[in-house]
């Protein structure tokens, strides 16, 4: 079990994918994102495994929820600014986890 107050230290928040590109350099195939947070966080890099269910024009544009505030990691040649949250379907492929009404770019999940 987890505290609140652990919860709170997740800083989870809502941005739009601007861009989306093939990471074929990545050991699982993945995307390599650009995802804006509004004026307060900008744009973050982010390295998806989405491409079992995403096509990159079906990510563009797209609002997602993203791990803001972990360290970031190399992911191969790239580097991964933020964590975009996602669901295992039935194959165990990630469904991003998104909100089904306009929200304002970063915001925080709570």
């Known amino acids: 079990m987890i505290t609140y107050s652990d919860f709170e230290q997740v800083d989870i928040r809502v941005g739009r994918v601007v861009a989306v590109e093939e990471f074929p350099a990545a050991r699982i195939p993945s995307y390599k994102l650009k995802v804006d947070f509004g004026d307060e966080i900008g744009i973050k890099k982010s390295c998806a495994q989405l491409t079992a269910n995403y096509s990159t024009t079906e990510l563009e544009g797209r609002l997602v929820a993203a791990v803001v505030n972990f360290p970031p990691r190399q992911i191969g040649p790239a580097m991964s600014e933020v964590l975009v949250l996602g669901f295992p379907d039935e194959r165990g492929e990630p469904v991003l986890v998104e909100p089904n009404h306009g ?8």
């Open 103 to 110: 929200v304002p770019l970063g915001g925080k999940l709570y």
